[in-house]
């Protein structure tokens, strides 16, 4: 991934798109009944990569939403990146055969290292590593437990495993647009060689530009959300300065 992705995000939870504040299942907004059908508009937009979570499969350590994942993985032809409930080899190797481009293995990164390698072994360049941190400190289960990890210890690990990316998600932003928190994502970036990916907060244009300023230039991409979802980020001018960035 040598461009900067952009990657609207779709979360699961009772087969709806919602959006999360701060993981807490129960502050949820239910923006879209019909996730496939949000899929197709986002694909529509012009938009290259799709991230999604099964919400619902993060709490319960299983995948819970595969219905709605299956119909978004039959409704566009854009890749798709998924996490959620993704902690057995079994469930990496049904999702990756059903057509999902890219797992992101969360939980099980800091309780089972070992899955990860081993699959990142076996599928070159489709898995991906879930950090999500509260105080710099990682947070697993959904988000309802906090390690005694950081995010740097748990990244070192994956070094030269073959990991595709990172995806560094500040908790305590996710939901709240309150713009990306670069300054930790950018650290991280500069001190694993795994591409990282932000993700939480990102609330505008301003955030995007950020984004591809040349300080933030070891940055794959970043997942965008409830801005995209609530109009305050506008897709056309988001992607417009990405393919601007890339043509230079």
């Known amino acids: 991934m040598d461009a900067v992705i952009l990657f609207p995000a779709i979360d699961l939870k009772n087969g709806e798109a919602v959006r999360l504040q ?43 939403n595969a219905a709605a994942v299956e119909r978004i993985l039959a409704a566009v032809k854009i890749p798709v990146q998924l996490g959620g409930g993704i902690r057995e080899r079994a469930t990496v190797e049904a999702w990756l055969g059903k057509g999902v481009a890219r797992v992101i293995i969360g939980t099980a990164a800091v309780r089972n290292p070992a899955l990860v390698k081993e699959a990142a072994r076996a599928h070159p360049a489709r898995v991906a590593v879930g950090l999500d941190a509260r105080d710099g400190k990682v947070a697993v289960e959904g988000w309802a437990e906090t390690s005694e990890l950081t995010v740097l210890d748990v990244a070192k690990r994956f070094e030269d495993a073959g990991v595709a990316a990172i995806v560094y998600t500040d908790v305590s932003r996710d939901g709240m647009l309150e713009g990306l928190n670069l300054d930790a994502t950018i650290a991280l970036a500069d001190a694993v060689s795994v591409p990282v990916i932000a993700s939480g907060g990102l609330a505008s244009l301003d955030d995007v530009r950020a984004l591809l300023a040349p300080r933030a230039k070891r940055l794959a991409g970043a997942i965008a959300g409830r801005a995209l979802y609530d109009g305050r980020l506008d897709a056309a001018a988001a992607l417009k300065l990405m393919r601007a960035a890339r043509a230079a």
């Open 22 to 64: 701060q993981g807490d299942m129960g502050r949820a907004t239910l923006f879209n009944r019909d996730p496939a059908a949000q899929a197709k508009a986002f694909a529509q937009q012009g938009f290259e990569y799709l991230h999604i979570v099964d919400l619902d499969g993060a709490f319960a350590g299983k995948p819970v």
